[in-house]
Structure formats: C-alpha cells, structure tokens
C-alpha cells in the first residue's frame, strides 16, 4: 500500500522515536452503532481505512473494545501488514457488557488481558502505543494510576508495548503517571466548547508530549456556534473545518483523530482542516470560548 508524500494539515509531531501526522484518523466509527457489533457496510469501512492510509495518514487510533474487537479486525483486514511508516494507538482500562456499556477494567490482571486481545485482534507482536484509560463516558474519574502504569510499563519491558499515554485523565493523574513511567500523549476531551484542559496542553507541549482531543467537533453552544459560523462564512469554509483548524492551529502539540466511516467524508474532514485562521479569526473564537 502506496503512502502519499502530500503533506497533511498540521505536518507532524515526533512521538520520541516515532513520526506521525498531526492528522491522524479515529475507528471507533467502523464498528456499528455506540461502538458494537460489525458495520453496516464493511467494505467501506475497508475502503475508508486504505484511503486514510493513501492520503498519508499515519496515525490511527483504536481499541479492542469497539465492537468488541470489530474495529481491530477490520483494520488488520484493510492494512495488514502494516506500513512501516504507520502508528497504530490503542487503549486498555474498560471492557464492554452485553447492553453496551464500558465496566471498567483496571486489575494488573485485567490489563494484561487486554493488551493481548488487542495483540491478537491486530495480528502483531508489539503494539506501537497502548493508552491507559482512567475515566469514563462522564470524564476524568478520581483514583491512582499508578498500579496500571506500573503494569502497562512492566508489559513494555516484556516488548509487548512500544509507546504508553495515558487517557481520559486530570493533570493530577498525568502527573502522577510520568513518575511511573515516560509516556509520549494524553488523550482527552478537548475542543473549542471543552476548553478546562487548556493549561494542561500548554504544560505537556513545554515537555514535548502530545495532546490528543477526542470528541473534537461538537457541544457548541448557541454563541460558539454562531461565531464558528461566522467565521466560517467569511473563509468560505464549513463551521466544523473551522473547529479542526482551530484545534490544529491551538498547539503544535495537538495531534487529531477524527473518525469517519466514509471516505468522502475523511477526505472533507482533511480539506477542512486546512483552513488557515488568522488571528483575528482564533481571537474571534477565543472570545466566546467558555
């Protein structure tokens, strides 16, 4: 499979001895609704998975725990063996009950288990980058990190793990983590309408550590809305290319992975993105940021 050399919005960021794109490319689409069972069309979320691929994405972000293990076999179909250049994220830390909710689990034990389904439903003997999950569908939960970062970095030594992150957390837990053990990105809800993390992604990009906002797009208030809009209009683009370039244009740290299971519409969320904001534009939006 043929990687574009086309240089994607936002360029790159270097994950310590990694490279990835700064646009990179979330699957928890490809499983069916709320993350269970398989797709609707499973030949389009193959397809949207090699053009991710072919446009020159080289970070894409998974679990074990979408489908359960849908998404990861129907990215081992797409792109097995993967690209070189290719860095493929996942996550530990919940599993999923039978009415589709996300228990979590924490245990050494439990995360063993994990790390090895997500070796086996991907077809590899390493995971590039394996994200520790410490919240839940409501945000950061309370309570240390520190025994499933001993156990993640313990798998890592083994060679099972290449890079760890943390995900879902408060600063309190990312601090807590890095006195385990290096970790190269945090995973957390971040947008221009969820801006409570801002200091937190200033702090890790001094130390070179990425931020990667899930839930990019959406939660805008009536005034957020409004002002995405307008901005939106006078560039010509859509209210939601303007909120990735925001994003983009927040910290160079930021790395994106919106999700899509369509590939017109992977192709319109990397159009989007590269909107150029000038400051009037980001002091625009920044204005009615909460």
Known sequence: MTIASTTLPGGTWNLVDRTVTRFGYGAMQLAGPSAMGPPADHDGAIAVLRDAVEQGITHIDTSAAYGPRVTNQIIREALHPYPEAVMIATKVGANRDAEGGWPTARTPADLRAQVHDN???LGVERLDLVNMRMGDANGPQSGSITEAMETLAGLQQEGLIGQLGVSNVTAEQVAEAR???PIVCVQNLYNLASRW???????????????VPFFPLG????VQADALTAVANRLEATPMAVALAWLLQRSKNILLIPGTSKAAHLRENIAGASVSLTDQDVAELDNVAP
């Open 197 to 211: 993390d801002d200091r937190l992604v200033d702090d890790l990009a001094v130390n070179g550590i990425a931020y």
């Open 179 to 181: 006195a385990v053990t």
């Open 219 to 222: 939660g805008f208030t009536p």
């Open 119 to 121: 070796l086996e439903s």
